[in-house]
Each structure stands twice: as structure tokens, then as C-alpha cells.
């Protein structure tokens, strides 16, 4: 026995000295037709705080400014002016003033493209060659050191991009990335995995580039048909209703028993009513000044959130933010009007990818309140995204509510357990799959919803949802993000 631990020992040793070598020389003769793995593109999606001014040079600063001194100086300007003057108006002034102090550098020129030197840190090679991509643990990052480690060197590649521009800039990015995949591994065709906002990035870049070398498109809560929330926002129709605040804070604290209690002896109170009468003054005596002095200026002209602007909301979100100056626009609204035709086209497109062999997976996730600070806030969702975008259109009960014992839908098997989703509507149901309580981009690192992200990537037969026991369409996430069926 000891001889036969010594020879293993010593098999070992030998195999740790031999296989990195072997490694070595196997990734320069790569061939991709023994690889059995195809190479991963992951287009991320939007990072707020993620965007730099004059990125690499000494003056590097975030875009977002968040310089403690600048905001406690505005803000007591803006609470000391009003009680001064004893006037709101005052208020208001001031925090006008302060949000544009804080977001300035994400003002877009005339045309759409950023004002100032606003950029991303990229990533041109594989993934592997960056340390902080291989140490990933949760969303995005997660996902790119599962996907290093399952499918190897030189197999994945992350796109980073600012999140504010033209989604049809953002797909040179994505088509670089798998010319460069193609080109360095030999395989002739790649997986796309696009999360949030690189949905409509993805879109991008399957119109502008086409779609010859994507093996399989997996769209994880992602914006492919765009969010409500954007559509809300540029129509003007921000709000706060006491539910809706309810639900949201309900869901923060349910960990905590103390402070869900607290919540709803706060609604019983009749708090929530109260906050949101103060909301609601604020917003009727003083949106259009908010929206002309800071929303326009600063967001108005990010051309991604037109493109996640809903086809029977874009002429009114047109209306609300340009209305009168269109002429003086023309250039701007010209890439916009591009990107409502990109959106409108969608679903002729992946059907056209679908009969010529690509691939595809919805994932969209519910069971989480979205933030309630626009009309549509009752929309279920995944805390971030609504559920009715991210599943393409599936028909949703509000959060909280099921459908109702008496609704009958068209396809029965296309109803969730729950009665809370139904597919049948949905662009793509045979493709789709709805998990409820999943966070918005799950998919940690090390998790069960990793695995499924591996088996998305990696199945070899007929690829529809429910294809695997083990991950039927309709399942349930818990806060490690394991994975379950309805029982
Ligand atoms: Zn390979």
C-alpha cells in the first residue's frame, strides 16, 4: 500500500512539473477540433460608477463625483437658502444644482457622444491575462472566472464599455472581441452571453455585424427589449406610490424581523402615504424645472436609454424631452430614431438567427420589486429590470399578485407553477426560462446558477428550455442562487 502511495505521489509531482509545460504548448497549437469548447464572449452590462475622466493619466478621476465636501457643502446651501428665505423653491435650486455637480461629466454633446474625456478601462485580450477577471466572485465578474475555468485559456472575453453611448458604437467593441476569439483560438464560431444592458448592446451588434460566427446567444436579464423604467423616465412619468415604496423596503429588510416589523407599522402609520404626499407635491410643482434643468441636460441625450424607450412610448418620450426643438436636434434624433428601428426589427432578427441555426436562451428572473420612483413601479421584477422586457413580453402579474385562479393561459404549460408568469406571450417561450427570487445578473461565482450558466454554454443536444432535468423552464432561486423546481 505504501509503495502504491509513493508511486502516486510521485506520479503527481511528476504531472505537476510535465502539465503546465504540456499546457504551455498545447494553447500554441490549439486545435479547434479537438477543443470540444467554444470560446465565450460576455458583454456586461451597465456599470454607474464604473465610468473614469481621463482614464490613465494622472488627472484620472471617477465620472461620477462623489466628493463628500462638494455634496455636504450643496446640500446645507440648498437647506440653508430655503430656511433662509424660508422658500422651497430654494431647495429645490439647490439640489438641482448639487445632482448637476455630481453628474456632469456624463453630459452627452448635440450628437450623442460623450462631452468630456469620459472612458472604461478595457479588455482587448482574453480574460484569462487579467488578474482581477480571474478572481471574479459575483455578476458579471463571476461569470467570467466560471467561464476561464470551464472553458480555459483563452476562451473568454469580457466586454466592458460606457454605458452611455450609441449601442451601435458599443457593437464595434463586441465584434472586435470575436474577430479576436475566432482569430486566436481557431474555432469559427462563439457564444455570446449578454447581461443587462448588453442586451441591446448585443442587438447592436448582431444587426450591424451579423450573426455568421455566434454559435449561441444567451440573453441573461437583459434589456434585448428594453425596460420600462426608460420609457417611464423619458415620458415624465416619475412618481412614488406608497405601495410601491412599501414593496421595496418590505423586500430590503425581509432578512431582518425587526425591520420588516417596523415597515409595517410605518404603513400602518399611514407613513408611506405621507412621504409620497410630500413626493408627489414635489413632482407636480417642480418636475418640469427638474427635468429642464438636469434630466435633459445630463440624460436626455445617452442614446442607449432611447433605445430601451418601448415602441408605443417612443414618439411621447420624444415629445416630453424635445418637444418644440426637434429641428435643432435633428442630428441626435436621427441615431435615435436608428435605434427605436433596431428595436422594432429585433424579433425578426433572432427568429432569422433561430432558422439559420443560432442558438438562443431567455433568462429572465421575478419575485423582487423594482426601484418605485416611476408610474410602472407595480411591475414585477428582478430589483433592477422588469420581468415583461427581460422575458420578451411574457404576460406578468404585478409585484406581489399572481394572475388570479380564474386566468387561463392560451398555452397551460407555458404558465409558471405560481400562476405568476406566463409565457405564452413571450417572443421566444420554447427558449425561455423564468426563475423567481433570482437577483438581477445572478450567476456568483461558485453557485448552482455558475453551473447552469456552464450547461447554457455547454449542451450538446437539442438546445430549448427544459431541455435538462435538472434545469426545468420555470425554477426557484434562494439567496445562495441554488437552483430548484416547483415542487
Ligand atoms: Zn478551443
Redesign the pocket.
Known sequence: MKKVLSLLLAVSMLAAIIVPAFAQEKSET?N?DE?G?V?VIIVRGMDFGGLYVDLGTENETPAINTDVGMIVKGALKAIGMSIIRFDFDYFIDGVIELANGIFKNFTMDENGDSLYNVSVPKYPESADNYQNLCDGEGFEYGMVRTCIEAF?EG?TYYINYDWRLDPYVVADDINAAVEAATKK?G?DKVNIVCCSMGGIMTVAYLDEYGYDKVNRCLFMSSTFCGAQVASDLLCGKVEIEPENLYNMLRNLTSDNKFLSFLIDALDFMGVFKGVTALTDYIFDNYKEEVYKDTIIPVFGKMLTLWGLVQPEDYENAINYIFGGRTAENAAFLKRADALRELMDGRTALINEMIDNGVEIAVVAHYGTPVVPVYENSHFNGDGTLETYQMSGYATVAPYGETLGDNYVAEKPEYLSPDRVVDLSTALFPEYTYIIRGAPHVAGSYGTDYADFLVWLLSYDGEFYAGASEKYPQFMISDSAQTLSSFE
Open positions: 490549439h479547434p477543443c469548447n470560446p480555459g476562451h483560438t474555432h
